[in-house]
């Protein structure tokens, strides 16, 4: 059975939470394969919900595993209260829950030096992160000085880890007018999180490959979205790992020959939270009915999102860096009763038009709009596609036919049956 990937193909909030849940109805391995705490999902269990930002979502569906795998970087603060949320309210996590044991951690003075950071940068040199300590951790990663999970239950080696990164860090801690933290003290107040996540620990490449081999359904769960991921997105403006549809084969330690699909998550609509690109931005009343009606506000940082229109030379970018073999469209009836909606289709660039999302050159560029009617409430009540009122299944259309990639799942509100299915991933 190949491996499905869901990944965002825009600036990441694409709706993942409900897609990743209705497709974790059919799975029996959820695995994360990138990003860490700067995500947010909303898990709606009967009336309750709880907020995850590390855990899978496939945790309240007792038969499936989920699996945090290395190529996420992970706050054991965060992952032990999150354990106990879930088993406050009667779900079990043990012999369900993986972390890897090659994980990243996100040590105390990670979120420190994010936050120091972006205090103080200039205007426009702000990334405007989530402040989790996200870039810090994947830079002590790269420059070979990080902390995995496995470094945490050997005392004296977690102690030498964190003075020598400290060591690292130290001058830029003082530059940024921060105090720098001592060692052991940092050590002893990771303590009570560590034990608490202990049993979770695993060598997850390996359980997720008997997974495949035994003929499970595996569901890689991407983080944030194409546009922010570190190699392909709006860099500088993205996040520090790989949120591309590749970052599931280095980030869950398997090959690509295990991948079958690739299922772009797009909103109908665009938005981005943080700083960057966005050329089809709304600045206007429309702008703001937009992120009011779609609950446009960060997840994680409570920040309301940027909202604008959807931008099809991205989506064809994502469709060609991911290898989407499907969409999901998602939150079509926040432009319900709209007196029209716009779609970017080309971009005019100093060298002439361009069906690309003209990245080098986006300040000289300006977007080439088209205009669509919008439809009424009724699409709300829509179970299958003839069901939908003409215009949505117009705008539908056209969006397959200009990414070239089929839609496979609409979703028309945010109940879980509030979703129309076309192909099943599996
Ligand atoms: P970081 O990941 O906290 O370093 O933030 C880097 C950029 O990615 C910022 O623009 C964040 O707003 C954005 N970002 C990070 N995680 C998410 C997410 O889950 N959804 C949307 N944007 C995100």
Request: charged residues 25%; glycine residues 12%.
């Amino acid at each position: 059975m190949p491996a499905v990937v869901i990944v965002g193909a825009q600036w990441g909030d694409e709706g993942k939470g409900k897609i990743v849940d209705l497709y974790t109805e059919r799975a029996e391995m959820v695995v994360r394969y990138a990003g860490g705490p700067n995500a947010g999902h909303t898990l709606v269990v009967g009336d309750e919900k709880i907020v995850v930002r590390l855990v899978p979502s496939g945790i309240l569906r007792p038969e499936a595993r989920c699996v945090m795998a290395q190529g996420m970087v992970v706050d054991p603060s965060v992952l032990a209260g999150e354990i106990d949320a879930i088993e406050a309210r009667g779900h079990v996590t043990k012999g369900r829950l993986f972390v890897s044991d090659r994980a990243h951690v996100i040590v105390p003075y990670h979120p420190l030096i994010d936050g120091l950071r972006e205090g103080a940068a200039a205007a426009g040199q702000k990334i405007g992160t989530t402040k989790r300590g996200i870039g810090p951790c994947y830079e002590d990663k790269a420059a070979r000085r990080g902390v995995r999970v496995a470094d945490l239950f050997d005392k004296a080696r977690l102690t030498e880890l964190v003075t020598r990164a400290l060591r690292a860090w130290s001058p830029v801690i003082l530059d940024l007018g921060g105090d720098v933290p001592d060692a052991h003290a940092t050590v002893e107040a990771m303590s009570p999180f560590a034990e608490r996540i202990k049993p979770y620990v695993a060598e997850t490449s390996a359980l997720v490959d008997e997974a495949l081999e035994r003929g499970e359904r595996v569901l890689f769960e991407g983080a944030q979205g194409t546009m922010l991921d570190v190699d392909h997105g709006t860099y500088p403006f993205v996040t520090s790992s790989s949120a591309v549809s590749g970052g599931a084969c280095t980030g869950a330690g398997i090959g690509p020959t295990r991948i079958g699909r690739v299922i772009g998550l797009t909103k109908a609509y665009a938005t981005r939270v943080g700083e960057g690109p966005f050329p089809t931005e709304l600045h206007d009343a429309l702008g703001e009915r937009i992120r009011v009606a779609g609950g446009e506000f960060g997840s994680v940082t409570g920040r309301p999102r940027r909202t604008g229109w959807l931008d099809l030379p991205v989506l064809r970018y994502a469709a060609r860096v991911n290898g989407l073999s499907g969409l999901a469209v998602t939150k079509l009836d926040v432009l319900t009763d709209l007196a029209e909606i716009q779609v970017c289709v080309a971009y005019d660039t100093p060298h002439g038009r361009t069906r690309d999302f003209p990245e080098a050159e986006l300040a000289a560029s300006k977007p080439v709009l088209m205009s669509f009617p919008s439809w009424g409430p009724e699409l709300a009540k829509a179970r299958t596609f003839d069901a939908l009122p003409e215009a949505a299944k117009r705008y539908l259309g056209f969006i397959a036919e200009q990414v070239k990639v089929a839609v496979d799942v609409v979703s028309v509100g945010p109940r879980r049956d509030e979703t129309i299915v076309l192909r099943e991933a599996f």
